[in-house]
């Protein structure tokens, strides 16, 4: 006797429900991509004169309009809407504010008080473009009302003309953001903080020199039942010693049993050596390991394009950016984003980059 079609393909899907090994997976989006200050801090850092750090300051101050976020964050919010991650980790969110007049750097490093006019806000300007698409991406938060917003460097220094006129004082706040589409994951907690290693930068003439801090926003969240944590981060790109012991806090911060993808700007090539964090965080020791690698992605860079993010002729050299992901998860594809300029910007000095991975 012959079973009813739809009889036997229920039969057949209970069957194999029950097989033995069938794995119940959950596709999880990732994304991280450091949007770029805009501007060659390094020369500020590396003049050997007071009077030549507020000259510098004075050109980073133009450099910004220049590498014009506003066009930007146009482009870095297609690339959002292209990859669809369902949680975004996001590098060098920074704000600027200017004080005029000025009045110099506030205590400890000078007389002033802090520049506290907002010129600009990458934050608020990505929000704006992801919003104008129609996508329902909000900074992460939970019930305590934590949001994945973590201030690092905080740094101001006074610009002066080609002449050595003062001109205004120049703020500069870094960020790590963590941003998810509420129709994707369910955020339960929010943990955030600064590393204890960090690097500190002496600028001549100023008494004590600016702490260069770096920081990190951890999300615990639920896509279809099943929970993860996603730790987002930007470690030194100065000191390898400092990069390295920052990368050993990293694991103290994550859990061996917990379902764990940690994505950010690692400022650390698996190729090379000199720059430890990708060796310190993937191993079998510790459990974690790199989606490119294992979706033959390995020789793909992410970094860098020009500071000011207006060179035509930059190329990528070195994969920093990066997905790292515990044993729970199977990844199934990684992707670059933001390789062609729009409007004769790079979206950003490095590219996105993105992944799909299956949850146990």
Not at 45 to 71: C, H, N, R, Y
Not at 226 to 236: E, G, I, Q, R, V
Not at 251 to 258: D, E, F, I, N, P
Request: aromatic share 6%; net charge negative.
């Amino acid at each position: 006797m012959k079973l009813p079609r739809i009889a036997l393909v229920l039969a057949l899907a209970t069957l194999f429900a029950g097989c033995p090994g069938k794995k119940d997976l959950t596709e999880v989006r990732v994304m991280t991509y450091n949007v770029a200050v805009g501007i060659n801090l390094d020369a500020i850092f590396l003049q050997p004169t007071l009077l030549g750090v507020m000259k510098q300051a004075e050109i980073a101050w133009g450099e910004k309009d220049t590498s014009d976020f506003a066009v930007r964050a146009k482009a870095i919010a297609a690339e959002i809407d292209a990859a669809r991650p369902d949680i975004v980790g996001l590098q060098e969110v920074v704000q600027f504010f200017s004080q005029n007049p000025p009045d110099g750097p506030p205590a400890p490093y000078g007389p002033g008080t802090p520049a506290n006019v907002k010129v600009k806000d990458f934050l608020d300007l990505l929000s704006t473009e992801l919003a104008a698409r129609g996508l329902d991406y909000q900074v992460v938060s939970d019930t305590t009302g934590e949001t994945g917003v973590v201030k690092n460097a905080d740094v101001e220094v006074t610009g002066a003309t080609a002449g050595g006129t003062p001109t205004a004082d120049y703020r500069v706040i870094d960020r790590e953001v963590v941003l998810a589409s509420k129709s994707a994951v369910t955020i339960s907690r929010v943990r955030k903080g600064n590393y204890a290693a960090h690097i500190d930068v002496p600028i001549p003439g100023l008494p004590t020199p600016f702490p260069y801090p770096r920081g990190w926003v951890a999300v615990d969240a639920t896509k279809s039942g099943k929970a993860f944590t996603l730790l987002s981060t930007h470690l030194d790109a100065f000191d390898p010693r400092v990069q390295g012991a920052q990368a050993h806090e990293v694991l103290a911060l994550v859990s061996a049993g917990t379902p764990t993808l940690i994505v950010g700007d690692l400022n650390s090539d698996p190729t090379d050596v000199a720059w430890p964090a990708h060796g310190i965080l993937v191993s079998s020791t510790t459990g974690f390991a790199d989606t490119a690698t294992e979706v033959g992605a390995n020789e793909v860079p992410s970094c860098c394009y020009d500071a000011i993010c207006s060179d035509p002729n930059a190329k990528l050299t070195r994969r920093v950016d990066q997905v790292l992901h515990s044993p729970h998860f199977a990844p199934r594809s990684v992707a670059l984003h933001g390789t062609a300029m729009a409007n004769g910007l790079w979206p950003s000095d490095h590219a996105g980059v993105s992944a799909v991975l299956d949850l146990e």
